[in-house]
């Protein structure tokens, strides 16, 4: 065990404060998320969610202290065992849970609830930390970038199964890890080019006009490379396979999601089409967040809070109430807030010595970016709508556990970085 008042001058107190800033902040707005000025109500009242995640912040405060008192070689030495419990968990949750909102991602224990998948995301980022940071691995070598990615979708495929796309989109982020240990960027570049003819699959109606331009672009090329053989069987090949990613698109939407993930990518393509429909989250939040005006209407006199026109307000879609009642210069301290924590993060990751610190450090980073992005984002209207929460912010408790954990695990790591040798 080591003792916290060892550390505590090593500890980064900047992110200490930032986190609790964000987690202060995210308590208020959660209490003008569901204020209703009708009937006398107090911000502690358990019967509230701003009362419920006063009690999660404190159980916070439980689990920051068990880490700090636990030893730092600890995280290291078990990240397997933890990694392989939380599998297990995701399997019972899978088989044994409860169903909320169509997941089947819940314990539920008397009034308490949790949800695995929240937890699963610390304990992939411990695992494939160990896994970089093991004698004998080499990011070059193709066997261990199937490792390293089966450690990373081995969770999201079992969250997938529970009906939970959402939160199995995050462990995408953390392929930006496997960037920064090394891999290829040549993948990168074939993600993101995927990615684009999948959003242009979406946009484009009439896929005839997709494919006719594919044949158009390979023609082209085979002329401009008619004399290299094994060039134009590659850009056949490609060609072929950007094809199958299109065919593949239209199969996936209308034979795998399910009915309200449908919605959300027609939402998210034209919002407008269906303003009292699919597309009512989107464009009610957008006139929230547009109401607030520079400085905002506001703490507890956001009008469309008040009667509920944003479902979710209090949890995926918080960013409503900062930007309804606190306007534009509450939404810029926002997220102020959350870029210096995330620049923060990248910081303490790049100073480690040690490869398991450092790669854990950015795990941490990439999550909490993706949230913070896709979040922010799916508010006005940048992202389909995929129910993640922000940060620290939104309420919940397995949420607020899970982001607890990456971020003083990081924080434990780091106030002994100059113990470990370099590895």
């Known amino acids: ?53 006063l009690i999660f912040i404190g159980v916070s405060i439980l689990l920051i202290t068990t880490i700090m008192v636990m030893d730092f070689r600890f995280y290291d030495t078990f990240a397997y065992v933890i990694y392989g419990a939380i599998i297990i968990l995701l399997i019972v949750v899978l088989l044994f849970g409860r169903e909320v909102a169509g997941s089947r991602s819940w ?10 998948s929240e937890l699963a995301k610390f304990a992939t980022g411990l695992a494939i930390a160990r896994y970089i940071s093991s004698s004998g691995f080499r990011m070059d070598r193709f066997s261990g970038q199937i490792m390293a990615f089966a450690i990373i979708f081995l969770p999201a495929g079992l969250i997938i199964l529970q009906g939970d796309a959402g939160t199995a989109i995050v462990y995408s982020a953390l392929i930006l890890v496997l960037f920064r240990e090394g891999m290829s960027p040549n993948l990168l570049i074939i993600g993101t080019f995927s990615a684009v003819i999948f959003i242009l699959t ?29 060039r134009i069987v590659l850009i056949v090949l490609g060609a072929i396979v950007v094809a199958g990613v299109i065919r593949s698109v239209d199969y996936v939407i209308s034979d795998v999601l399910k009915p309200h993930q449908q919605n959300r990518i027609k939402a998210f393509i034209n919002p407008d089409s269906d303003p009292l429909g699919v597309g009512w ?127 003083f695990i990081l924080l434990k790591l780091d106030a002994h970085r100059m113990q470990v040798l370099v590895r």
């Open 107 to 116: 314990f539920e224990i008397g009034p308490f609830r949790l949800q695995p």
């Open 202 to 230: 979406l946009l484009v109606e009439e896929h005839l006009y997709l494919y006719l331009s594919i044949l158009s672009i390979a023609t082209v090329t085979i002329f401009l490379n008619r004399k290299r053989i094994k």
């Open 1 to 53: 065990m080591t003792r916290v008042d060892n550390i505590s001058g090593n500890l980064d107190w900047l992110s200490v404060l930032l986190f609790f800033l964000i987690a202060l902040l995210g308590w208020l707005n959660i209490f003008a998320a569901v204020y209703d000025e009708t009937v006398y109500q107090n911000i502690f009242d358990l019967s509230l969610n701003s009362g419920r995640q």
């Open 281 to 407: 989250n989107v464009t009610q939040s957008k006139i929230a967040i547009g109401s607030g005006g520079p400085i905002g209407k506001g703490f507890l006199k956001g009008t469309q809070t008040k009667f509920d026109f944003v479902p979710a307000q209090s949890t995926d879609f918080i960013f409503c109430t900062i930007g309804e009642e606190h306007g534009w210069l509450g939404s810029l301290v926002t997220v102020g807030l959350f870029v210096t924590l995330i620049l923060r993060v990248i910081y303490l990751a790049e100073r480690q010595k040690w490869r398991f610190a450092r790669v854990y450090g950015y795990v941490v980073a990439c999550i909490f970016f993706f949230h913070f992005a896709v979040n922010i984002g799916m508010t006005i209207g940048l992202f389909p709508v995929i129910g993640i929460p922000l940060p620290l912010f939104s309420y919940g408790g397995s949420s607020f556990f899970g982001f607890t954990l990456l971020l």
